[in-house]
């Protein structure tokens, strides 16, 4: 075979291979705008009525200016105090569990299938939201932020469970090795071998979840279970829009205040972590309370 054969050969395969990957971009592309054309007629989306609903939309406008009067005169500092309490009780709860499964889970502390065990455990909590956990136990505690607390707490074991046991999976042999030369016993070589390697990243990602956990107790107020989400709940109930912007705006202000001194803490004890500026943190929000909702 003739140089200018093989290499007009290549040429082809190189073409033929280009075409098949436009096909199946294409393919992708079409079943992609199926799956959204589906999906806007599953939840009944409609331009027009949005069109015909904006009006009465406009006309409310006006009524959304905060009215700052409210956040003392209704006590929203105390309200806020509450959701932050609760975020931070929840977490603390969860986080001697978070630890057990956590190490327990890890294949490097127990043996497959027993590590499976804990993993499952694991989740089963992370599975299930914090606000489907919030509705398991108002029979419990009813419709207060002790049920929230409780859902945030067993919310926080798989979510905080899991980060540390992906930690422990990555920890370097060597300090390990070195401890089972000296003879020490295995609850010893996990402390000293294993989670003094880990310790800075624990704590990290433990602000981190609850960071995570003070937007969820937001939203659990929501639902009645204490707080400022109550108040704003009751506001918008009431259609006191006014009232209801106010504490949006403490929330705002109690989100923001909670992640940068998260993030502070995160980029200082991680060194490739890099604190978000005030404006990314207020812009994204929206979309990490809707994260949260669902953890």
Known sequence: MSPETSVEQRLEQIRLTRRVRWVLY?????????????????????????????????????????????????????????????????????????????????????????????????GVSRAIPALVWFLIFVPLAGLTAVTSTIAIAVSTIGNLGRLFTDELEEVEDGQIEAMETTGASKPQTVVFGMLSQVKTSFIAWTLYIFEVN?????????????????????????????????GIVVVLVLIVVVEMGSQRLRSYLRDDEEADGLITLIVGIPQRMAESAMK
């Open 214 to 246: 003070v937007r969820q107790a937001v939203t659990l107020g929501l639902l009645g279970g204490g707080g400022i989400g109550v108040f704003i709940q009751v506001q918008q109930d009431l259609r006191a829009y006014d009232n209801m912007m106010a």
């Open 26 to 122: 294409g393919l992708l592309s079409i079943a992609f705008a199926a799956a959204f054309y589906a999906s806007l007629l599953l939840i009944e989306f409609s331009l027009l009525d949005l069109y015909n609903q904006w009006s009465g939309f406009a006309e409310r406008l006006p009524h959304y200016s905060p009215n700052w009067e409210a956040i003392f005169a209704e006590n929203l500092l105390r309200e806020s105090g509450i959701t932050l309490a609760m975020g931070f009780a929840g977490t603390v709860i969860g986080i001697p569990l978070a630890l057990l499964l956590g190490v327990l889970g890890s294949g490097r502390v127990t043996p497959y299938p027993f590590n499976f065990i804990f993993r499952s455990v694991m």
